[in-house]
């Protein structure tokens, strides 16, 4: 199940992550179009070439329907077979990292490619409109459809988007003190990467998801760390113990966090050890000397 809040709005897929695709602009999808066709144009000379070059037992008509079927294989059916076979793709959008897919964010299906390559060829297409019908609604609309797009609920977006890491979370200075005093020994790695992750997608999540995640976590980590001190956001709470974990965790890989000494013996006087006994007097054997 999904939900749209709108061609220019964000998609909200079935695990309620709202996905903001980057829709295609004018210039690079009017470049993916002029590769598109210059391909387009050698595949026709290609196979008009093969066409002229067979026996002459064909008549006019045969010559003319052959013709036809090359015409419909190069306008229709290059981009209709390329972007069911290639998920969305031709080789121009390929080259400009472009790819088309279903409004809700899903892979294109035949069907979505068919429409979308039909009312391209009849109406958006250079000819019956000169390119106008499909460049107006491009231009009014927020993810710059065409006519073709509008009626398969499709829209092209940018494939290859750098992608940012997000940093690590911080510990506000305010709350550095009371970090440094947690007692984060019961906090195991599976609930790190769970607030982790949590803190990472948090953007993305719808907000009554990000609500419901956030509190769940929070009720956790409070219930084997510490509550925290009073008007301290959810979010900031677990962004602060994960910081204090990371914190402590490099500490102790790079050797200084401080090593706690065994406790000394009081100073005093060392207790000397007990006199030796004495030796017992020598008895004189049965060949001593006379004293």
């Known amino acids: 199940m999904t939900q749209q809040t709108g061609y220019g709005g964000p998609i909200v897929t079935g695990e309620a992550v709202a996905v903001e695709l980057r829709p295609a602009g004018v210039g690079s999808r009017g ?4 590769i598109d066709f210059i391909v387009q144009f050698l595949l026709a000379v ?17 010559v003319e329907a052959l013709g036809l079927v090359v015409f419909v ?8 077979g390329f972007e069911t076979l290639w998920r969305g793709r031709t080789p121009g959008k390929a080259v400009m990292g472009l790819r088309v897919l279903r409004d809700d964010g899903g892979p294109v299906r035949f069907r979505h490619v068919f429409v979308r390559g ?4 009849v109406v958006d297409r250079p000819g019956l409109s000169f390119g106008l019908l499909a460049l107006i609604p491009m231009l009014m609309t927020a993810r710059s459809k065409r006519l073709g797009d509008l009626a398969a609920g499709t829209v092209v977006v940018q494939d290859r988007v750098p992608s940012r890491v997000a940093p690590p979370p911080e510990i506000p200075p305010q709350l550095a003190v009371w970090a440094g005093a947690l007692d984060l020994s019961r906090v195991t790695d599976d609930l790190a990467g769970q607030i982790r992750q949590f803190l990472t997608r948090a953007p993305q999540l719808a907000p009554w998801k990000r609500e419901e995640m956030g509190s769940r976590l929070f009720q956790e980590v409070v219930a084997v760390t510490a509550s925290p001190p009073a008007e301290v956001p959810p979010g900031v709470y677990l962004a602060t113990v994960l910081a204090e974990r990371r914190r402590r965790e490099i500490e102790r890989l790079q050797g200084t966090q401080p090593v706690m000494a065994p406790p000394s013996a009081p100073a005093g006087p060392t207790p000397s050890s007990p006199p030796a006994d004495p030796a017992p007097p020598a008895t004189p054997g049965p060949f001593a000397p006379p004293t």
């Open 46 to 62: 290609l196979l008009l070439w093969l066409i002229a070059n067979l026996p002459s037992s064909l008549d006019v008509a045969g």
């Open 118 to 121: 039909l009312v391209g060829v």
């Open 73 to 80: 294989a190069i306008v229709l059916g290059y981009p209709v």
């Open 31 to 34: 470049v993916a179009l002029i």
